[in-house]
């Protein structure tokens, strides 16, 4: 057990070193509140799938301005995502609410109290930024 449990971990280390120092994936950068409008036609709050796609659609006009809000950050460079051996350790990061559901005893044992897990993803993507 315990070397599987070492091998493992030199996977996920040797993955890490291969994808993320090779990374060429943009950087997001925050917009400086000075450089925000002072009004825009549409706000759209919640930069996952949908609210990427509805900003998106609204913006092909160039008569209307769009303001995109989303709390999270931008993810897509982040090791864990592009390394499924890790996919496990997701809910427990920032790219997660850490919403818990209790469990209905219908969809299997959990090992947090009677709670477990429920994903929503924070940042550019939203879930389906984590989703595996």
């Known amino acids: 057990m315990k070397k599987a449990a070492i091998l493992s971990a030199l996977i996920v280390l040797i993955a890490?070193?291969?994808?993320?120092?090779n990374s060429s994936a943009p950087r997001?950068?925050?917009?400086?509140?000075?450089?925000?409008?002072d009004e825009y036609d549409?706000?759209?709050?919640?930069?996952?799938?949908?609210?990427?796609?509805?900003?998106?659609?609204?913006?092909?006009?160039?008569?209307?301005?769009?303001?995109?809000?989303e709390s999270g950050d931008y993810h897509n460079d982040h090791?864990?995502?592009?390394?499924?051996?890790?996919?496990?350790t997701l809910p427990t990061t920032t790219m997660n609410w850490r919403y818990m559901a209790s469990d209905s005893g219908m969809v299997g044992k959990t090992k947090y109290g009677g709670q477990t897990h429920w994903?929503?993803?924070?940042?550019?993507?939203?879930?389906?930024?984590?989703?595996?």
């Open 16 to 21: 890490y070193l291969l994808v993320y120092q």
């Open 28 to 37: 997001y950068n925050n917009v400086a509140v000075k450089d925000l409008k």
């Open 42 to 69: 549409y706000v759209v709050v919640g930069a996952g799938s949908a609210g990427c796609v509805v900003a998106a659609r609204l913006s092909e006009n160039p008569n209307v301005s769009v303001l995109l809000l």
């Open 79 to 88: 090791w864990q995502l592009r390394v499924p051996l890790a996919a496990h």
């Open 119 to 132: 994903i929503a993803g924070k940042g550019l993507g939203g879930t389906s930024a984590i989703n595996w």
